[in-house]
């Protein structure tokens, strides 16, 4: 409801230079019972071109992170960043997993967290926490759809629960 994705987290953009990215929901009003697709449109010039949403976890308790996308016409190119309270990243390329970007029709993406080098997260700490997932855009403009963002837990647990309900409303 309003700006929380399904992982709970608030979300927002972040552009500077001559970069410019701007999200909006579909349908704007939340309707019971029905998704709403984030549409994110996006322009990459000097500066980062980012969409960003807090996660707040040790990604060692997650298998997958996974998401419905589409590109308007296809080809859009973008990386999925994990990203530590000190703004250390690990990224992939979308291209890892949709050959030629994103495709105009809906594809499920279901990345392995082990594909992240989780190992630059949080050095010194015995935990790999993700403070942000980080969608960056790497050039051009364009326009992205997603719906049904979300981390897979690894091992369900009563813990697990816990941490559902402290992290959003």
Do not use: C
């Not at 996974?66 to 994990?82: H, P």
């Not at 990345?111 to 969608?135: C, K, N, T, W």
């Not at 981390?151 to 697990?160: A, Q, S, Y």
Request: net charge neutral; proline share 5%; hydrophobic share 35%.
């Amino acid at each position: 409801i309003g700006n929380l994705n399904s992982i709970g987290g608030p979300i927002r953009t972040e552009a500077s230079g001559t970069s410019a990215v701007k999200m909006e929901f579909s349908p704007l009003v939340p309707v019971a019972r029905q998704n709403r697709i984030l549409t994110i449109h996006y322009t990459k010039g000097d500066g980062p071109a980012r969409w960003v949403t807090r996660v707040a976890q040790d990604m060692r308790k997650f298998s997958h992170l996974e998401f419905r996308v589409r590109g308007e016409v296809g080809g859009e190119s973008f990386t999925i960043d994990l990203v530590d309270l000190k703004g250390r990243r690990t990224s992939l390329s979308i291209e890892d997993s949709l050959r030629g970007g994103a495709t105009k029709s809906w594809e499920t993406v279901r990345i392995p967290v082990e594909q992240f080098r989780l190992s630059l997260l949080s050095p010194g700490l015995p935990e790999r926490m993700a403070e942000d997932l980080a969608f960056s855009f790497d050039e051009g403009s364009g326009t992205i759809y997603l719906d049904d963002v979300k981390l897979i837990f690894r091992e369900w647990t009563l813990n697990n629960y816990w941490d559902v309900l402290i992290s959003g409303p």
